[in-house]
Structures are given as structure tokens and as C-alpha cells.
């Protein structure tokens, strides 16, 4: 038996899309800025799809910049922002457990002379609302944060942080990346006070290297690829055209699914859980437990135990885990997210994110248990 359970790494890539979508890339592979009737039809399409989607976010299709990645579109939020509004401040803020394509902008960002706070967080992976009250300054230019956390599942209190921010200054910028989020705590652009927002296509069943990053009108944003005028001239380079068009079809799937699957995840993690509580008690820790977290991540650290080892070992019996987010996992270190919570050595060599999706069964998810059980014993 063969059972992903890595769908915060990446998603199954949705086979129905595919089938439909596929007849696009032979038909109209136009340039789409080509002048030419064929160019005009196929960007005809790409903003037929933009515009529908738009429309479902609640936004404004020229709100709706396409990015080759989740990772393009942040550091495009956070060198664009801070570049734009640097006669103003030269201030930032984000927390100590973003993703890394925020902290590395963020890093080249104070070897250039801005400054960065980074909020720390609770135990339960929660930021203190009091700590950002404290660290707005009048050079404060951008505020970025992960909404949902992609190792842990943990949200952070966005509504809140976004009325903090607008009632100390309403021009400091916010950004929140929503890429482990979407849709599941977000779902229309319009219902949360932000003036960037990034999402990315392979977490929401369509193919790796296509996303958005939602750039508010009036947001004043250097565009960091140079080139043509695609996207409204923040963002040059030929579109990914069939990506684009598989995600925007993907995404208005996953909105329409989302009550449904919220519902049916929540059921199978707390099954998860607490079956592995009730064999490994306190041998187990679950990362982020108390907070508001979404239902198909769950991190698990076992005490006294090495990650990789029974990564290794669950892959060998056809289970298919991370030990965190799958940019470092490779590496058999402890997660800087898991130790930004305080969580003891002892469990955080042993921290294990198992996520689920559209996709996974009970029967899945028995299989991984009683796997877990063969491996792990104590
Ligand atoms: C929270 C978060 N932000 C950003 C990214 C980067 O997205 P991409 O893989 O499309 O570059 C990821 C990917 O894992 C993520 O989990």
C-alpha cells in the first residue's frame, strides 16, 4: 500500500483538471502578449480565468498577479515592499517561524540597513498580540506573517493583527503569506484587511511552479523581475499560461470542496491523534495541540527518537512523511519552527508533520497507525 501523507509538502495533482485543461496546452500555445488573433484569443482566456477568479476572492482581476511560485510572490512582497516604502521607514516586523522564502528576503533585507523584528511565538506556535503593539514604530513600513503554519497548522490571530496595525497606522503595509492556509481559514481576499497575500498552485492540486500574489490596488510595490509588461508591470516574463489557467480551475475547486473536506479532515486527525495517544501517552507531543490549527496538518514528536529514522522507516513501508517543511527536511536537523515553541530536545528530534488531503482515506490513515506502531516502541 502506497499512502501520501505529505500534502503540506505538496498536493496530488487533480487528475479531472488535468484532463480538461490538457487540450488547452495543444490549442493555444500563443504567446498571449503576441498581437496576432492567436495571442489576443489566448490572453482572451487567461483573463477570462483571472477575472473569474478574481471575482471568487472578492477582489479585482488587476489585483491578481501570477508568480511562478509561493516563493517568488513572498520575496516580491517583501523586497518589492520594502524598496517602494523605504523613504518612509525602513521598519519591519514578522515572526521567528515564517516560512524561508520570507526570513531569507528578510535576512538580505538587514544587511541593507532595514531593520527587522521578529515576534516570537507561544508554545502553542501563537504570537503575542501584546509584542506587536510594542514593536510598531513610526518607521514601521511592512508587517509580513504566516496566517497558517505549514509544519504545525497553527493560525495566528490575523483579524486581530490586522486591526492592531490599521489602528497604530493605516499605511504600514501587510502581508500575509497564505500558502498553507488557503482556503481553508481565508477564502475571500475581501474579508481580510490585507494589502498582500500569497498563495501557491501545488498546495491546492495543480502543478508545481504557478501562484499568486495578491497585490491590493494603491499598493506601491518595486517589481523585482524586469523585463516585458506582463501583469500589469509588476511582474514581467511570458506567463505560465496552461499553469495559470490549471490553478485558477483548481482553486475554484478547492473553495467549492472546502466545508466539506474541513469537516472530514477534522474527523481524521483527531482520530489520528488520539490513537497515538492512547498507545504513546506521554512519549508523544503534538506541536501547537491548544491552538486554533487547521485539520490536515498534524506534527507528532516522539520522544527520544531520530525523525529521519522513522521517516526512513515508514517509507520503506509505503508511508510518506516530512520531518518538517520540505525545504530543510532533508537535512536531520530539529525545525527552527518546532524550537521557536520551546518544545524539549528530547521530542523535537523526533517531530514528524504528517498531512492530509483530498485524497486520504481511513484506510489510510489505519495503515499509518498501526505502521507507526510496528516502528515506534518505547
Ligand atoms: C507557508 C509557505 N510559504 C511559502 C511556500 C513557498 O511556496 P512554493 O513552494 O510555491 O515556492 C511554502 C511551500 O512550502 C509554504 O509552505
Given at each position: 500500500m502506497m499512502v501520501y501523507l505529505d500534502y503540506a509538502a505538496t498536493t496530488i495533482p487533480d487528475r479531472d483538471i488535468y484532463r480538461e485543461v490538457e487540450e488547452y496546452f495543444f490549442?493555444?500555445?500563443?504567446?498571449?502578449?503576441?498581437?496576432h488573433h492567436f495571442g489576443r484569443q489566448t490572453r482572451e482566456i487567461l483573463e477570462k480565468e483571472r477575472s473569474l477568479l478574481a471575482e471568487l476572492l472578492g477582489i479585482s482581476a488587476e489585483e491578481v498577479i501570477f508568480c511562478s511560485s509561493g516563493t517568488e510572490a513572498n520575496n516580491l512582497a517583501i523586497f518589492g515592499c520594502a524598496y517602494a516604502n523605504s523613504h518612509k521607514g525602513k521598519h519591519i516586523i514578522s515572526t521567528t517561524v515564517e516560512h524561508k522564502s520570507v526570513l531569507m528576503p528578510l535576512a538580505k533585507l538587514e544587511t541593507e540597513g532595514f531593520k527587522v523584528s521578529y515576534l516570537h511565538v507561544n508554545s502553542d506556535g501563537v504570537l503575542n498580540i501584546d509584542d506587536l503593539k510594542r514593536s510598531l514604530?513610526?518607521?514601521?513600513?511592512l508587517v509580513s506573517v504566516l496566517v497558517v503554519n505549514n509544519e504545525t497548522g497553527v493560525v495566528q490571530p490575523y483579524n486581530e493583527i490586522s486591526k492592531i496595525i490599521r489602528s497604530f497606522n493605516d499605511k504600514i503595509i501587510i502581508h500575509y503569506d497564505l500558502v498553507a492556509g488557503f482556503p481553508k481559514v481565508i477564502k475571500k481576499f475581501n474579508e481580510v484587511d490585507a494589502n498582500l497575500i500569497t498563495i501557491s498552485g501545488h498546495k491546492l492540486y495543480a502543478p508545481k511552479g504557478i501562484a499568486i500574489l495578491y497585490i491590493k490596488s494603491e499598493t506601491k510595490l518595486i517589481p523585482q523581475i524586469l523585463g516585458g509588461e506582463q501583469e500589469f508591470g509588476k511582474r514581467a516574463g511570458t506567463e505560465n499560461f496552461i499553469g495559470a489557467i490549471f490553478m485558477c480551475k483548481s482553486i475554484k475547486k478547492c473553495i467549492h470542496e472546502q466545508d466539506r473536506e474541513w469537516e472530514r479532515l477534522w474527523l481524521l486527525r483527531d482520530y489520528f491523534e488520539t490513537k497515538l495517544l492512547e498507545k504513546y501517552n506521554t512519549n508523544i507531543l503534538i506541536a501547537g495541540k491548544n491552538s486554533v490549527r487547521i485539520p490536515n496538518i498534524t506534527s507528532i514528536c516522539f520522544k527520544n527518537k531520530n525523525k529521519n529514522a522513522i521517516i526512513e522507516a515508514l517509507s520503506e513501508a509505503g508511508v510518506y512523511v516530512s520531518g518538517g517543511s520540505a525545504c530543510k527536511s532533508r537535512e536531520n536537523q530539529i525545525s527552527y519552527v518546532i524550537s521557536a515553541m520551546g518544545i524539549p530536545e528530547s521530542f523535537a528530534t523526533g517531530c514528524i508533520r504528517f498531512s492530509f488531503g483530498r485524497y486520504t482515506t481511513k484506510e489510510e490513515i489505519d495503515y499509518t497507525i498501526n505502521k507507526i506502531y510496528e516502528i515506534v516502541k518505547y
Open positions: 490549442k493555444f500555445y500563443a504567446n498571449p502578449s503576441s498581437f514604530t513610526k518607521d514601521t513600513i
